[in-house]
C-alpha cells in the first residue's frame, strides 16, 4: 500500500511540474540556429510569469539593450526583463509580452512547455502574424 502511495505521490508531483515554466531556458535564435542566452523564469507574487537573461551565451554587439523603446532603453542585457505578465491558462502561459532586445520591439506572448523544452510564440495582434523559437531547459 505504501510504495501505491508513493508512486501516486510522485506521479501527481511530475504531472504538476509539466506544466510549469519556472526555471532557466536556454534560448536559441530562430534566424541563425545558435545559443543566445539563458532565460530565467519565475512567478512574482501578483500570481503572474517574469523571465530575465541571466547569462549571455553570443556575444551582442552592444552589451545594452540601446534598441528597446521603453524603461529598459539602455539598460544591461544581464539582468534585462524581457518576458512580462504571463498568466498561466490552461497549459498555456499567455497574456504577457515578451521583448527581442536585438530589435527592441515588444510582442505578444504565449508559452507552452513540451518535456524540457519551451515553445515560445511571439507576435503582434493575432496569433497567426509571429514567430517561434525553441527553449530547452538548462539543470
Known amino acids: 500500500m505504501k510504495k501505491l502511495i508513493a508512486t501516486l505521490a510522485l506521479s501527481l508531483i511530475s504531472v504538476l511540474s509539466f506544466a510549469q515554466i519556472e526555471g532557466k531556458w536556454k534560448t536559441v535564435d530562430d ?20 523571465g530575465k537573461i541571466n547569462q549571455l551565451l553570443d556575444k551582442p554587439e552592444n552589451a545594452n539593450c540601446v534598441a528597446c523603446k521603453d524603461d529598459r532603453k539602455n539598460k544591461p542585457l544581464i539582468g534585462l526583463e524581457i518576458i512580462r505578465g504571463l498568466k498561466k491558462e490552461g497549459d498555456e502561459f499567455t497574456g504577457g509580452t515578451i521583448t527581442d532586445p536585438k530589435k527592441g520591439k515588444t510582442y505578444k506572448c504565449t508559452i507552452t512547455r513540451s ?25
Open 115 to 139: 518535456g524540457d523544452k519551451l515553445n515560445v510564440r511571439g507576435y503582434l495582434g493575432i496569433s497567426l502574424l509571429g514567430r517561434d523559437q525553441t527553449w530547452s531547459k538548462v539543470n
Open 31 to 50: 534566424e541563425t540556429g545558435k545559443a543566445k542566452s539563458i532565460v530565467e523564469i519565475w512567478k512574482k507574487s501578483d500570481g503572474k510569469y517574469y
